[in-house]
């Protein structure tokens, strides 16, 4: 495990074949076609690794059963586990794109709409299949040799790899597909170029084609050179190799919420005075800034510190940075009461603010002194994806879509406690008399967020219903209680 306590993102992508359409894993009877236009849910292939032979990959469909040909070349997705017939190989060609060959019958995979087989003995444009990732594009970049994190340096205009802890926004990277290719953005919305600069306008220089080593990826440049951190900050440029080794090697992890809190007493929550979490600074820094770590399970959080602690609960209802692994005592159950938050400890308890500022877990109730305000400080970019696809605008009117396969990138600002998001003209969000989402706005209005699960936050509008996406697709105020669409990956 990195120092970010993170495992890899699982690779999860779209086929598109060479007629430009995706190979889709239909619902009804397990049925296999590359027709869909675009990438959604039944389109979704995760990829795994045979833990014997890493050349070896299964291809898992959005239903749970595995891609599998015959020695006929008859392709199914209808096995429910890692059987021989289910074993690929990685061809990828200079383009980016890939062959998939069965190891067990030595044929290809290819074909178009309703005709897929699995029995060329070459390769031909009908079996290559570029590759689109279908992780939420906003992640933390790990270099594989380095072990450290890449990062925006501001004072060098350029992208570092030498961060232990992914910490900050300068540490949120945002992948964006363009015909086949990525671009790396930065949280100030620049893009990467090969020569290690930071360009406002995405270009040739600025698109890399994904490759796939051992489970990692590598990025390769329009001269067929890949991204590799150079020089004692790692700055990430093209070196002179045409054959990703480990130092071209990166992995794509979560990126975790971090937040900065506020008390009762207008000041922030902080570590700078010592292991004991007190309320005691006026400004923002490491030291004020906390990454939630929400569980999957339980969806208790533990806190942790730019030092890489935990918060702990101590005797006397104490709150230290001490702790160097997650256990009952570093979860914290989180309420979100409208503009404000309260934590409740491992003993039952509320933390409260006493008057020197130090943080206690001794209250029962929720009064003044247990309210927090929240504030989530690393998506200053907004992407949001639903059960059924991204948040976009609509084309023809001031609605909003949530199912889309493209995304638009949104400003969160945060406000008093609440949020206002922005689009890319500058208006805002705002729920009208039929309670549709509006993105037109001239003026803010107030949408509260809550973190409630890992990965997922769900957003209030100021009639207290939760946004989500209706049958249509259409973003509306209107989710009375909490439930699978009213939550969003961000």
Not at 100 to 108: G, I, N, T, Y
Request: charged share 20%; net charge neutral.
């Amino acid at each position: 495990m990195p120092a970010n306590g993170n495992s890899p993102l699982k690779l999860q992508f779209g086929l598109i074949n060479h007629e430009g359409r995706y190979l889709t894993a239909e619902a009804f009877g397990f049925k296999l076609n590359a027709s869909a236009p675009s990438l959604k849910k039944k389109q979704i292939w995760t990829l795994e690794q045979d833990s014997q032979d890493t050349q070896v990959v299964y291809l898992r469909s959005h239903l749970g059963r595995y891609l599998a040909s015959d020695k006929d070349g008859k392709v199914t997705c209808e096995a429910d586990g890692h059987n021989s017939d289910c074993r690929f190989l990685i061809v990828a060609q200079s383009d980016g794109r890939w062959a998939l060959q069965s190891e067990q019958h030595v044929r290809f995979f290819g074909g178009s709409q309703d005709y897929l087989s699995c029995f060329a003995q070459v390769i031909t444009d009908a079996e290559l299949w570029a590759v689109h990732l279908a992780l939420h594009p906003q992640a933390n970049l790990l270099s594989v040799a380095r072990k450290r994190y890449a990062h925006l340096s501001m004072e060098d205009g350029e992208i570092a790899v030498d961060l232990n802890i992914p910490w900050g926004v300068a540490a949120l990277l945002t992948l964006t597909y363009l015909n086949g290719k990525y671009c790396l953005k930065t949280c100030d919305s620049r893009f990467l170029s090969n020569d290690g600069k930071l360009l406002t306008q995405s270009g040739r220089t600025t698109a890399y084609t994904l490759e796939l080593k051992c489970g990692k990826l590598a990025f390769k440049d329009c001269e067929g050179k890949y991204l590799s951190p150079m020089g004692p900050t790692g700055t990430l440029r093209s070196g002179r190799c045409s054959k990703p080794g480990k130092d071209e090697l990166f992995d794509l992890e979560e990126s975790h919420p971090q937040v900065v809190l506020m008390a009762a007493n207008g000041r922030y929550v902080s570590i700078r005075q010592g292991v004991s979490l007190a309320a005691n600074q006026e400004d923002e820094t490491d030291m004020e800034t906390f990454q939630m770590e929400i569980d999957k399970k339980t969806k208790m959080c533990a806190f942790r510190t730019s030092q890489g602690n935990y918060w702990a609960l101590v005797s006397h209802g104490g709150i230290q940075s001490t702790a160097t692994e997650v256990s009952a005592n570093t979860m914290f159950a989180v309420e979100w009461l409208g503009h404000k938050v309260a934590l409740k400890a491992n003993n039952g308890k509320y933390i409260c603010t006493k008057k020197n500022g130090q943080l206690v877990a001794v209250s029962d109730s929720i009064g003044e002194d247990e309210q927090l305000s929240l504030k989530l400080i690393n998506r200053p970019m907004l992407i949001l994806r639903g059960e059924n696809g991204f948040i976009c605008h609509h084309k023809n009117s001031n609605t909003l879509d949530a199912s889309r396969s493209v995304y638009d990138i949104f400003t969160l600002q945060f406000s008093n406690g609440a949020y206002h998001i922005k689009g890319v003209d500058g208006q805002f969000w705002y729920v009208n008399n039929a309670g549709l989402v509006c993105s037109d706005g001239e003026v803010p209005e107030d949408l509260t967020v809550e973190l409630l699960e890992h990965g997922r936050l769900a957003i209030r509008a100021k009639n207290g219903n939760y946004l989500r996406g209706d049958q249509g697709g259409t973003l509306k105020a209107d989710g009375l209680s909490l439930s699978s669409s009213a939550l969003w990956e961000y």
